[in-house]
C-alpha cells in the first residue's frame, strides 16, 4: 500500500468515516506507520517524518466522560514581571500590560498609560493568556508532500522554507515578473514591513481584506471630510448619539476605546443613545430606543431627518454656509423628496418616530453626533447611506465640536515621525488589476482598500498570474464570501497558484491548502509600533513587544520577510540590512524623547506608549489658522478660496481655505470644505459608467426591490468574544460562544411553522443590478437551527460569523478528547491542556451543540459599485423548515 493510501486509510479508521458523529470507533494506529496522524503528533514530528491533517482530525478517538480539574491554584502576582504591549484579538489593540510567572503569560490587564482604553480591556483581551500555550499550535515549518489540501505533510527546518522562498521570488524577479508574487493578509498590524518586502521586490500586489470590512465608511468619511478613515465621537461629552448599524458594544474599531466613553456619556452626562439596527444586537438592546429599518434603508431614514431639520430651522445655518460646499437653499431642493413619509414606505420606521429623533438630536446641537458601522454601509448603496448620516452632523454643526462628531488626525504611524531604517525602497509606481482592479476606481483612492473578495476571481478567470502566494493571518476559506467554493477551489488548483506559504499560528484552513505552512508567533510574542485614532485627540503610539519569546520553531511573519530578503541578495537585500524586527522598530523610534529612560526605545518598552504633548488637540482641526510659514509661497484660488502651495514634487497642494478672511486649515478635500456635493465621487463613478451627480442620493438596493413574501435578507453579525477566525480556537472564548442559531421573527416564523430548535433550511440567490455575477440564481443551501424571537426585522434572518470551523483544534471544532491517538507529545514543546482534553462539553458527543455554522460558505460576492465594498447584508435567502 502507498505510503497516502495508508495514511487516507489510517485517517478514515481514526474519524470513523461513515458512522454518526456520536459514535465511538476505536481502532488501532500502527505505530510504526510512516505517517503520523493528528495535531498533536505534530509536537513530536522528526525531520523529514510526515503528517496527515484534515478536517474533524482533532476529533478524539474515544468519546471520553468530562473529568474534574483540579483546583487552580492563585498565582502570586507579586512575583510577576510586568511588560506592557498591544493587544490583537481584535483590531481595537488595546494597550495592555502582560503578568509572566516562570516565563508563561499568566494574566492581562489594560496598561493605564493608553489613551484610549486604560485599564479596561474586553473578554477576548483576556482570553490572549490562552494564545501562547495553545497545545494545537504550528510549532515548525511543514512542507507538503500529498496533493494540495490532502492534508499531508513534512516537518522541514527554516534554512529549507527560506531558501525555497527565496528561490521561488527570486525565478519571478529573474524573469521579470515581481507582480506574479502576492502577499494577501488578514489582520496583520506589520504592513509597514510587508510594503516594504514588495517595494524592494517591486511587486505591487498586496492583498488586504477592507473591502469586506470598511471600506464604503472609510470611503464615505474621506468623500465628506477628506480624511480619517475612522470618525472619533466625543461620546463622553455628547448629548444624543444617533447610531445607525453599528454594534460598538460587542464589536467595534474602537470596541472598548468608544464604549467606555458612551457609557460615561449616558450615565454621567444624561446623553440618549437611538440605535437603528435590523437585528436587536447588544447594543440596540443597551439604547434608549432600538428602531429595525429594512436593510439598506438606513441612507434613506437619515435623508428624511436631514429634510426634518431644515423644514424645522434646526440647523446650523452658519456651518453650512461658511463650512460646507453646498448652500442651504440648494441643500433644501435636494432633500425635497426626501420626506418622512416617503422614508416610511422606503424603511418601515414610522414618520412621526424620524421627525421626533431628528428634532431630538438637532435640539442637542453642537453635543450630538450621528454614526454609522457596517450595518449602514455593508450594502449595494453602503457608501450613500453613510454620507447621508454623515451629513446630519454638518446640519447639526456638531463637527469638531466637544460632544459632537469628531474625526483625528495622525492616526498611522507616520514615517516622518516614527522613520525606518535607510535606505528604503522606493514606492512602487506600478498597478495591477488583483490589487487595483480598474471597475471599481474608489477602492484605492484615498487608501489602499483593494477588493479582496474577487482576489480569486480574478485569478480563476486569469485577470492575474501568480507564481507565488503568500498569506498571513488569512482566513478566507472561512471568513469570506463563497469561501468554501471559490476560495478553495482557486486555493486548491496548482495552475492557478503554484506556490502557496502560510504563515499562521494554528492548523487553519487556509493553511490546509498552502504547499509551506510557516509557524507565526503570537502578537504576544512579537513586535511593532501600533496606533488607533485617540478618544483624547491627541496621536499616540504605543509598542508592542513580546511578553514572552515565540516557542519552538515559531518566528514572527515581518522576521521571515527580513531573512527572505536577505537571502534574495541583491536590491531586495540592501533594504533589510538590519537584524531583525526588534532593530527595526529600534530604529523606528529614535526620535521619541527618551523620558526616564537611556532612549526613546526603552521608554516605550518601559511604559508601552508615547503621547507626544506638543502635538495640538486635533478636535475641530479644520478651523486651524494656517501659519505664517505654511501660507509663504502660497497661492489662493480666487473663485474658491482655496489656498495651494507647491509640494515635494513640485506640484500645486491644496493646504487651506480663507473662511470669514481666516487663512484656515479647512477639511482635506478637493474644496477645503465638508463636501455635500462630492466631484470626487461623480468623477470616478462616470469613469466606470456610474451615474451619480456627486450628492448622496439614497439608491435602493436592486436585489431588495419587490422582494416576494417568501425571500428574506440575510444578515451575519459578531459576537463580543469572537473575532471572525481568530478566536475559535481559544477555549475560554468558544466555550462562552460556540453556538450560531439562525435568528428569526416570531411573527415569521409562526407563519412557516418554524420554532426554536427546529433544523431549518437556508437557500441563498446571487445578486442583482450592477455587481459581481449579478443573475439573482440560487447560489447554495445550508441547514441551520432555528432560534426565534422578536428581536429581528420580520425579513430579516441573521446568525453569527466567526464559527462553524473545521480546522483549528478542539476548541474550534468542539472536539473532546486527547491531543492525538498518534504518538505521545514532546512536553518541552508545547505541554497538553488538559481542559481540552476533558472540558470541551460543548462536544456533540457529549450532547453539546457542537461548533456551530459557517453561513459564508452560502453568502455571494457581491463588490458595491464604484468603491467594491462587499456587500454583506444584501443576501436574499428563502428558509424552509427541514
Ligand atoms: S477590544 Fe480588542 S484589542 Fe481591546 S482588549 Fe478586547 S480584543 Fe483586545
Known amino acids: 500500500m502507498s505510503r497516502r493510501k495508508q495514511a ?41 517524518e510526515t503528517i496527515l491533517l484534515a478536517p474533524g482530525e482533532t476529533a478524539a478517538a474515544e468519546t471520553k466522560p468530562v473529568q474534574q480539574v483540579a483546583p487552580k491554584t492563585p498565582h502570586d502576582y507579586a512575583r510577576a514581571k510586568r511588560t506592557p504591549s498591544v493587544c490583537l484579538n481584535c483590531s481595537t489593540v488595546c494597550g495592555i500590560v502582560g503578568y509572566v510567572i516562570d516565563g508563561r503569560v499568566v494574566k492581562l490587564a489594560g496598561n493605564p498609560a493608553d489613551p484610549n482604553n486604560g485599564q479596561t480591556i474586553c473578554a477576548k483581551g483576556q482570553s490572549g493568556v490562552s494564545i501562547n500555550v495553545y497545545p494545537e499550535r504550528l510549532v ?143 447594543t440596540a438592546g443597551r439604547s434608549d430606543e432600538w ?135 522606493p514606492k512602487l509606481k506600478t498597478r495591477t488589476d488583483l490589487e487595483d482592479p480598474p471597475e471599481y476606481p474608489l477602492a484605492n483612492l484615498w487608501q489602499k482598500m483593494k477588493v479582496g473578495e474577487l482576489a480569486y476571481d480574478y485569478l480563476q478567470r486569469k485577470r492575474a498570474l501568480l507564481q507565488v502566494y503568500l498569506t498571513y493571518t488569512l482566513g478566507s476559506p472561512t471568513t469570506w464570501p463563497e469561501g468554501r467554493s471559490l476560495a478553495v477551489a482557486v486555493l486548491k488548483d496548482e495552475r492557478l497558484i503554484p506556490f502557496h506559504a502560510c504563515s499562521d ?138 489656498i495651494s502651495r507647491a509640494g515635494a514634487n513640485g506640484k500645486a497642494e491644496p493646504i487651506g481655505v480663507w473662511v470669514d478672511g481666516q487663512a484656515l486649515q479647512g477639511f482635506k478635500t478637493p474644496s477645503r470644505k465638508f463636501e455635500i456635493l462630492s466631484s470626487t465621487v461623480a468623477e470616478q463613478s462616470a469613469k466606470v ?31 463580543n468574544v469572537h473575532t471572525q477566525a481568530r478566536t475559535a480556537p481559544q477555549k475560554y472564548l468558544s466555550e462562552i460562544v460556540h453556538d450560531n442559531p439562525l435568528w428569526i421573527n416570531a411573527a415569521t416564523a409562526r407563519r412557516l411553522g418554524i420554532r426554536s430548535g427546529d433544523l431549518v433550511e437556508v437557500t441563498t440567490y446571487r445578486p442583482k443590478g450592477n455587481t459581481y455575477r449579478a443573475t439573482g440564481e440560487k447560489l447554495g443551501s445550508a441547514r441551520i437551527r432555528a432560534f426565534v424571537t422578536e428581536g429581528i426585522h420580520p425579513r430579516v434572518l441573521a446568525a453569527s460569523n466567526s464559527l462553524g470551523q473545521l480546522f483549528g483544534g478542539r476548541a474550534a471544532t468542539a472536539t473532546n478528547g486527547p491531543r492525538s491517538a498518534g504518538p505521545g507529545y514532546d512536553e518541552q514543546l508545547v505541554a497538553e491542556d488538559p481542559e481540552l482534553e476533558s472540558l470541551v462539553w460543548w462536544d456533540r458527543r457529549e450532547h453539546g451543540r457542537g461548533a456551530g455554522y459557517n453561513l459564508n460558505a452560502i453568502l455571494p460576492i457581491q463588490p458595491a459599485p464604484v468603491t467594491g465594498m462587499q456587500c454583506w447584508f444584501d443576501t436574499v435567502c428563502s428558509v424552509r423548515k427541514v
Not at 450628492?695 to 440575510?714: K, S, T
Open 505 to 642: 499560528v494554528v492548523y487553519s484552513e487556509t493553511a490546509h491548502y498552502a504547499d509551506l505552512i510557516l509557524p507565526d508567533a503570537t502578537y504576544l510574542e512579537r513586535w511593532g509600533l501600533d496606533t488607533r485614532n485617540s478618544y483624547e485627540f491627541r496621536p499616540y503610539v504605543a509598542l508592542r513587544q513580546p511578553l514572552t519569546p515565540p516557542p519552538a520553531e515559531c518566528v514572527s511573519f515581518a522576521d521571515v520577510l527580513i531573512q527572505v530578503a536577505r537571502r534574495l541578495g541583491g536590491d531586495a537585500a540592501k533594504y533589510f540590512s538590519f537584524e531583525d524586527h526588534e532593530e527595526y522598530v529600534r530604529h523606528q523610534c529614535r526620535n521619541v524623547p527618551p523620558g526616564d529612560c537611556a532612549d526613546g526605545f526603552e521608554y516605550l518598552k518601559k511604559h508601552g506608549v508615547w503621547i507626544d504633548p506638543r502635538r495640538p488637540l486635533s478636535r475641530g482641526a479644520f478651523a486651524r489658522p494656517l501659519t505664517r510659514a505654511q501660507l509663504e509661497d502660497a497661492k489662493t484660488d480666487d473663485a474658491t478660496g482655496v
Open 140 to 282: 515548525y515549518p511543514l512542507r507538503r508532500v500529498g496533493r494540495r489540501g490532502e492534508g499531508l505533510w513534512k516537518r522541514v527546518g527554516w534554512d529549507e522554507a527560506y531558501a525555497e522562498l527565496a528561490e521561488r521570488i527570486g525565478k519571478c524577479l529573474g524573469e521579470g515578473v515581481p507582480e506574479q508574487v502576492a502577499i494577501h493578509y488578514g489582520r496583520s498590524r506589520i504592513s509597514d514591513v510587508i510594503e516594504r518586502f514588495m517595494n524592494a521586490i517591486g511587486s505591487p500586489v498586496i492583498l488586504n481584506h477592507r473591502a469586506l470590512c470598511s471600506l464604503n465608511k472609510r470611503a464615505a468619511n474621506y468623500a465628506s471630510i477628506g480624511d480619517a478613515d475612522w470618525e472619533t465621537v466625543d461620546a463622553e461629552r455628547t448629548k444624543y448619539l444617533l447610531n445607525f448599524g453599528s454594534n460598538f458594544y460587542e464589536a467595534h474599531q474602537g470596541h472598548i476605546h468608544f464604549l467606555k466613553r458612551v457609557i460615561r456619556g449616558r450615565f454621567d452626562n444624561g446623553a440618549k443613545l437611538v440605535t437603528f439596527d435590523v437585528r436587536l444586537s447588544n
Open 8 to 48: 487516507r486509510r489510517s485517517a478514515s479508521r481514526k474519524r470513523g468515516c461513515g458512522s454518526s458523529p456520536s459514535s465511538s470507533p476505536s481502532f488501532e494506529v500502527d505505530r510504526r506507520d510512516f505517517v503520523k496522524i493528528g495535531i498533536g503528533a505534530l509536537a513530536s514530528l522528526g525531520l523529514g
Open 689 to 719: 459608467g456610474v451615474e451619480d451627480d456627486g450628492l448622496p442620493h439614497y439608491v435602493p438596493v436592486p436585489a431588495h426591490e419587490n422582494l416576494p413574501a417568501d425571500r428574506f435578507v440575510l444578515t451575519t453579525f459578531k459576537w
Open 291 to 425: 428602531l429595525a429599518p429594512f436593510p439598506g434603508t438606513e441612507g434613506a431614514v437619515a435623508l428624511a431627518m436631514a429634510r426634518t431639520m431644515i423644514d424645522a430651522g434646526e440647523f446650523d445655518a452658519e456651518f453650512l454656509t461658511k463650512w460646507t460646499n453646498y448652500r442651504p437653499d440648494q441643500l433644501k431642493r435636494f432633500l425635497k423628496p426626501y420626506t418622512p413619509a416617503w422614508a416610511e414606505r422606503t424603511s418601515g420606521v414610522a414618520a412621526r418616530d424620524i421627525e421626533r429623533i431628528a428634532l431630538e438630536f438637532a435640539r442637542c446641537r453642537p453635543a450630538c453626533a450621528a454614526f454609522t458601522n457596517r450595518g449602514s454601509h455593508a450594502h449595494y448603496n453602503g457608501l450613500n447611506n453613510d454620507r447621508a448620516v454623515i451629513l446630519l452632523n454638518a446640519l447639526a454643526g456638531s463637527i469638531g465640536q466637544p460632544g459632537g462628531y469628531c474625526y483625528g488626525e495622525g492616526e498611522r504611524i507616520d514615517p516622518l515621525h516614527f522613520p525606518p531604517p535607510e535606505p528604503s525602497p
